[in-house]
């Protein structure tokens, strides 16, 4: 849009014969368009909305020089768009040149009367934008948190495992990679919920969930897959060293997990990162040790790499 209103006032200079403005406006809108291509596919505008933003005050400025009051009802609406395509408080910064402009630039305003109607209604604007859309920025991390955690058991969900798994595919420094996955899931946790229902099963997931919290290493991450799957992502030197951890979490869970039925044990599938570019093709491996573990008579655990 602010790429179509510049070419759009651009044209409106041209036509009335003011060609320096005209090809400013110009070189406006090229550069608001190329912001806007290069923001395309962008999950949120970073960067890219804050140069728009500083682009929209540029035309708006640029209007205010050339057309005086004409350009006046532009000033509040800029404002507000401008929250909409940076951080807040970034947005503030670049919209003060619009509420100082009526006060320096020529034939802005009539009277002192009109000036001080003008400075109110713009500061009004500039706050009440600022407000809005820093409660908007604190809802949305909000809606953020509730969509990455499990309702049951507050560990991360699979979304975020998703995200974590690609990041750590596509971290370069090997020694900031968490390259151990491990891959656990409740044996017989079908029978937990046919015996004694539903809330003894989601009790049974809470206690593995606050088990795992305890058993993890600090840099190490947990996650709830979905249903009785859970998954470890954790810093592992060596085969050796993935081993006896996976074992370590098995004999923890072993050890403290209870249900109305008694002991609750868990499988266990484990895999070092080996160069995967997919982070599928890495959880398939321990998925599939996982799978060979609740074959081998569960309450076990086996390693990607030694099948």
Known sequence: MTA??????????????????????????????????????????????TWIAALNVAGCLLGSYCSGTAALPWLAPVIMVNYFLCEPRRALLVNLPLVLAPLVLPDMLTSVGHGISVIVVNVLTLCLGLAFSLRIQDDRVQLEELASLDALTGLPNRRMLERTLTRQIEERREYERLNGLIILDVDHFKDINDLFGHAAGDAALAD????????????????????????????????????LATE???????????????????????????????????????????????????????IADNL
Request: charged fraction near 25%.
């Open 4 to 49: 179509s209103l510049l070419v759009l006032y651009a044209a409106a200079l041209a036509w009335a014969g003011m060609w320096l403005p005209a090809g400013l406006a110009g070189a406006l809108a090229v550069l608001a368009g190329w912001r806007c291509w290069r923001m395309r596919k962008a999950l949120h505008a970073g960067p890219h909305g």
């Open 208 to 243: 593995l969930a606050t088990i795992l919290r305890f058993e993890v290493r600090g840099d190490d991450e947990v996650f709830r897959f979905g249903g009785e799957e859970f998954v470890i992502l954790l810093r592992a030197e060596s085969l050796a060293e993935l081993e």
């Open 248 to 302: 370590r979490l098995r004999r923890a869970i072993r050890g403290a997990l209870r249900g109305p039925g008694g002991k609750i044990t868990v499988s266990l599938g484990a895999a070092l990162h080996a160069g995967e570019t997919h982070w599928q093709d890495w959880f398939s491996r321990a998925d599939a040790a996982l799978y060979l573990a609740k074959n081998n008579g569960r309450d076990s655990y086996r």
